[in-house]
C-alpha cells in the first residue's frame, strides 16, 4: 500500500487513498473509460432546443405553458382532472395511460397564489437547498474556497430555479427537493429528510427512484428503522398514486391519444446530456460538458461519506432511467438531479492527488537472506 499524500481541499482523504500502484491503474483506466463513455453524448440524438437563457427557453416552452394554462383554470374555479385533460387534449398531448397527467399537488398549491408569488416560492427553495449544501460542505472541505466551488457548482445544477416562467415545471421543483432531502440527512436523522423526499415524490411520481434509492442504501448499512421511513412514504406514493389513476379514468374518453411509450433506448450518453442540457453546463461546448458530467460522478465516488454514496446512486440511477427509457422529449427528467450533477468536480481534485502518485509509484521491495 502506497502512504496517501496530505489531502488537497478535503477534511481527510478520498476513498481511493493509499491503493496499491495495480488498484491506482485499474482506477485511472476506470475514469478513463468513463469519460470516453461520456462523449457518447456528442452522437446521441438531440432533445428539443433547451437552455437556461430565458430567450431560448420561450421558443420550445410547451409544456411549460400547458402547465400554466391548468393553473390559471384552477385560479377560475376548475376541477383539476377537468382542466388537465382538456389542456392535453386541445394541446395534441396524449392522456393515456394515467401517468400522462401530472399529480394535482404542484398546480393545486400555485392555484392559491399569483403567478408571482410562484416564481418567489421557487427562488425560496432553491436558496434554501442551497443553504443545507453550503452548510453540509462544511463537513467536506478544511477551507471557504473549495466549500465555496461546491456551492457555486450547486448552483450552476440549479440555473434553471432562477426563470420566473419555469415555476409550473414539475421535475424543477422536485430536483430541488431531492436535492434539499439529500443535504439534510444525517446519520440517525432521517425523518426530515423522507417528509422531503415525500413532497417530491407527491409533486413529481418519477422522484419515487431516489427514495427507493433511499432505502435500498439504508437496508445495506443496517439502518432498518431509516428503511423503513422510505418504504412507508414509497407506500404513501401508491395509495396517492391508485387514487390519482381512478380520478384520471373518470375523464379520459377512448379516443384520446396514447403515450408512445418509454423505452427510448438511448444509451449513456443521452443521459450524460440530458445531465448537461438541464444545468449551466449547457453553456460550454458540449464535449467540455460531457467529460465534466462524466468526471463529476467519478468525483462523487471519491468522497468518503454517506452522503456520496446516496448521490451517486441517486445519479447514476437517473441517468440509467433516462438511457433505458427517455425519449429526447423526456430529457428534462434530468431536472430532478441537476442540482447535484455538478457537485462531484468538488472532490476530483482530491481523486487525482492520491490516484496519481500510487499509479506512478515504481519502488520494488527486494528481500535478502542473511546468515545465522
Known amino acids: 500500500m502506497v502512504t496517501p499524500p496530505a489531502p488537497l481541499w478535503l477534511a481527510r482523504p478520498t476513498r481511493f487513498a493509499g491503493r496499491s500502484p495495480r488498484q491506482a491503474r485499474w482506477l485511472l483506466a476506470l475514469l478513463g473509460m468513463l469519460l470516453l463513455a461520456s462523449l457518447t453524448a456528442l452522437v446521441t440524438p438531440a432533445p428539443p432546443p433547451v437552455s437556461i437563457d430565458a430567450a ?20 377560475h374555479g376548475a376541477e383539476y382532472y377537468t382542466a388537465a385533460a382538456n389542456a392535453l387534449r386541445s394541446s395534441g398531448y396524449p392522456l393515456r395511460p394515467f401517468v400522462a397527467f401530472r399529480l394535482p399537488t404542484l398546480a393545486i398549491v400555485q392555484s392559491w397564489v ?24 462544511g463537513d467536506a472541505f478544511t477551507r471557504a474556497r473549495p466549500r465555496m466551488i461546491a456551492s457555486l457548482l ?52 418519477t422522484a419515487a427512484l431516489y427514495v427507493a434509492i433511499m432505502a435500498g442504501v439504508a437496508l445495506v448499512e443496517g439502518e432498518r428503522r431509516e428503511a423503513g421511513g422510505w418504504i412507508a412514504a414509497l407506500g404513501i406514493l401508491a395509495i396517492v398514486v391508485v387514487l390519482h389513476a381512478q380520478a384520471v379514468a373518470g375523464v379520459v374518453r377512448p379516443l384520446d391519444q396514447p403515450s408512445p411509450g418509454w423505452s427510448g433506448m438511448l444509451g449513456f ?31 462523487w465516488a471519491a468522497w468518503r461519506d454517506p452522503l456520496a454514496t446516496r448521490a451517486l ?46 499509479a506512478l509509484d515504481r519502488r520494488r521491495v527486494t528481500v535478502t537472506r542473511t546468515a545465522r
Open 313 to 358: 446512486a441517486t445519479l447514476i440511477g437517473y441517468v440509467l432511467l433516462l438511457s433505458l427509457f427517455g425519449r429526447t422529449d423526456t430529457f428534462y427528467w434530468a431536472f430532478l438531479v441537476a442540482p447535484i450533477a455538478f457537485v462531484g468536480l468538488a472532490f476530483v481534485p482530491d481523486a487525482i492527488r492520491d490516484l496519481l502518485p500510487a
Open 114 to 137: 399569483s403567478p408571482v408569488a410562484a416564481a418567489l416560492l421557487l427562488y425560496t427553495l432553491a436558496l434554501v437547498t442551497l443553504w443545507a449544501w453550503w452548510k453540509r460542505f
Open 56 to 75: 431560448a427557453v420561450a421558443e420550445d416552452r410547451a409544456d411549460d405553458l400547458l402547465y400554466e394554462a391548468i393553473v390559471d383554470d384552477l385560479r
Open 269 to 299: 450518453g443521452f443521459g450524460i446530456k440530458a445531465l448537461v442540457l438541464t444545468t449551466a453546463a449547457a453553456l460550454l461546448p458540449a464535449a467540455l460538458g460531457a467529460l465534466l458530467a462524466g468526471l463529476s460522478l467519478a468525483g
Open 154 to 205: 450547486a448552483a450552476a445544477g440549479m440555473a434553471s430555479a432562477i426563470q420566473g416562467e419555469l415555476a409550473a415545471f414539475h421535475d424543477i421543483w422536485a430536483g430541488l427537493l431531492i436535492a434539499l432531502s439529500l443535504a439534510v440527512r444525517r446519520p440517525g436523522r432521517w425523518v426530515t429528510a423522507v417528509a422531503i423526499g415525500l413532497c417530491a415524490m407527491l409533486i413529481r411520481e
